[in-house]
């Protein structure tokens, strides 16, 4: 099956910074999802991808479709503390592990 | 627009016991999704149904888990009987899909199940 592998699996950054994650797959995907969970609550979406190259924004967040449509990554700029939780990247049904998000003020 | 409901919120059940989870999807998504997280995981696909139809339901443990999405709106996900190892969060989400292509998935806020 699909094997999704995100990395990393944790960061611990500073108020300010900028973060960059990113997600590789096994096979090829027509779509990238990337998702925010905060405890108790389902994974919220951030932003999707439909085209290999396709850069996109949605704030802060930019999150790109690989050419190969084996990758996306995605940053956030000027990080704040309402930024910590766990992002996940998706392609159809299938989810990466997750990597979580420390800020210290 | 509501979002995807799920109920209950909590469910605390002991082992060998049913259990039941339901779910209402967005209005006019025609595919609906049942996965199942663990801590410290991401979330694991269990079942997906484009209308009615089960469509993809490769990693459902059906020896004990069983589904149903009747008239193709609500879902229903059962576990029986439950054993300590499916103690999880059962997420339900809703999505369209138009040839061939899977737009964004919204995730309801999950039922929290806790087999003793």
């Known amino acids: 099956g699909q094997q999704l592998n995100q990395s990393p699996q944790s960061m611990f950054i500073q108020e300010g910074e900028d973060v960059s994650m990113n997600c590789t797959s096994s096979?090829?995907?027509?779509?990238w999802l990337w998702y925010k969970q905060d405890p108790g609550e389902g994974p919220v979406l951030l932003i999707a991808?439909?085209?290999?190259?396709e850069l996109t924004s949605n704030g802060r967040l930019t999150a790109q479709f690989g050419i190969t449509r084996k990758d996306s990554f995605l940053n956030i700029s000027a990080s704040i503390p309402s930024d910590v939780g766990i992002y996940f990247c998706?392609?159809?049904?299938?989810f990466g592990q997750g990597t979580r998000l420390t800020i210290n003020p | 627009e509501a979002g995807v409901v799920q109920s209950p919120r909590y469910k605390i059940i002991e082992k060998k016991q049913p259990v039941a989870f339901w779910c209402n999807p967005i209005?006019?998504?025609?595919?609906l999704y049942w996965y199942r997280q663990n801590l410290g995981q991401g979330p694991e696909l269990l079942i997906r149904?484009?209308?009615?139809?089960?469509?993809?339901d490769s990693q459902l443990p059906k020896d004990r888990f069983s589904a149903e999405r009747l008239k193709g709106v609500d879902s229903t996900l059962k576990i029986q009987p439950a054993e300590l190892g499916d103690s999880a969060v059962y997420l339900c989400?809703?999505?369209?899909?138009?040839?061939?292509?899977?737009?964004?998935?919204?995730f309801g806020p999950g039922t929290r199940l806790t087999v003793t």
């Open positions: 096979s090829i995907f027509n779509t």
């Open positions: 991808l439909y085209k290999a190259g």
């Open positions: 209005s006019g998504h025609n595919t």
């Open positions: 989400a809703s999505s369209n899909y138009i040839l061939g292509l899977i737009y964004e998935q919204y």
């Open positions: 998706a392609g159809p049904s299938r």
């Open positions: 149904y484009e209308n009615e139809e089960a469509v993809d």
